[in-house]
């Protein structure tokens, strides 16, 4: 299959369109694994492009599926629908009409996107060539949607041999791709520790041991991990995010707990910094006379881009824009669920610039006041589009 250059003539009659589904999503935002109807409006397009829909996946998953007319290589390309529990700020015509709920991560752009594709392939199927596979998954934010779609055999019938999926950056200005070359984000877990000691009288500290000063020593102590257990050519990072215990003024609890992440961009550092925040919690318990608890959970793990797909998004996008707008990022430490479907399938994450100082959208993911450049929307569905066209047409391996 072969697209001239004039996908992004073909695109912009669209934009309107787009816009309407940005915001409708956008003012009726759902949480984790509670998409119904998000995934109703999705599923009703996609049935309108006259494509093969599978629903109920991972509970409000949704699968849009384009055969082609003769066989080939089938990709996928995947989008999360979940908003955040936060208050919308921003005085817009399209915020939040639910309290308490808002899509301040941008993943209603990312729905947005793909539907674009859909509505952008529905004409010219019988050119298709492969198959096309749209994921439209829910609970990225935590919840490990991802992991529950592969699981269910997402990436199967007709079986998915690439992946790609996008997600806006505040950080990148509208206009710019940004593309990870291997590792793109970290292995995101967390730990839950307990300083359990003896309460007592305030005025008597000598006759109960103490879990304060003991949690107080356990922090810097755990802070010191990274800079000087960990390769400082490796990358880690070790945050405490809560802090709870006692009752009073004047009383020494019995317990202490602590809640923290750990980041990581390998599996040895990730087991490394586990094994070191038990054995410093360890220490410090007996330094002080007191037991504890240590409770580990691993959450989402590395995500690794496959070298050869990230340089078929760089090629493609690089086509649409040119080069001097595709730029090479660094890792971040943040998280992300595709990598799920990375561990099965090669495939690239990659990134859509939407910052726009002039228009004040300068503010960071998961922010009350976090919006998009709107202009992100057609920019993002040519990228896809040419994306898809040059997997296709090359059939890499």
Known sequence: MVIENTIREEIKPMKDWLLEIRRTIHQHPELGFEEIETSRLVSEWLEIFGYQVKKGLA????????????????????????????????????????KGKMHACGHDAHVAILLGVAKFFSSMKDQVEGNI????QPAEEGGGGGKVMVEEGVLEN?????????????????????????????AADRFTIRMIGKGGHAAAPHASKDPIIAAGHLITQIHSIVGRDINPLDSGVISIGKISGGTAFNVIPDEMELLGTVRSLTSKVRE??????????????????MDYRFDFEYGYPVLLNDLKMSKLVADACSKGIGEDSVEVLKPSMGGE????????????????????????????????????????????VEMFVRIIDQYLDLKII
């Open 158 to 186: 007709p079986k998915v041999d690439a992946i790609f999926g996008a997600h806006v950056d505040p950080f990148l200005p509208v206009g710019k791709i940004g593309i990870y070359e291997r590792e793109g984000l970290a």
């Open 337 to 380: 669920d595709f990598a799920y479907y990375l561990q099965k399938v090669p495939g690239a994450f990659f990134r859509l610039g939407i910052r726009n100082e002039a228009k004040g959208i300068i503010h960071s993911y998961h922010s009350n006041l976090f919006n998009i450049d709107e202009e992100v929307l057609p920019l993002g």
């Open 272 to 289: 490394e910094l586990k094994a070191r925040i038990e054995q410093v919690t360890q220490g410090v318990a007996r330094s002080f006379g």
């Open 59 to 98: 509970k409000t998953g949704v699968v849009g599926i384009l055969e082609g007319k003769r066989p080939g290589k089938t990709i996928a390309i995947r989008a999360d629908m979940d908003a955040l529990p936060v208050d919308e700020a921003n005085q817009v015509t399209y915020a939040s009409k639910i």
């Open 133 to 136: 596979k749209w994921i439209f």
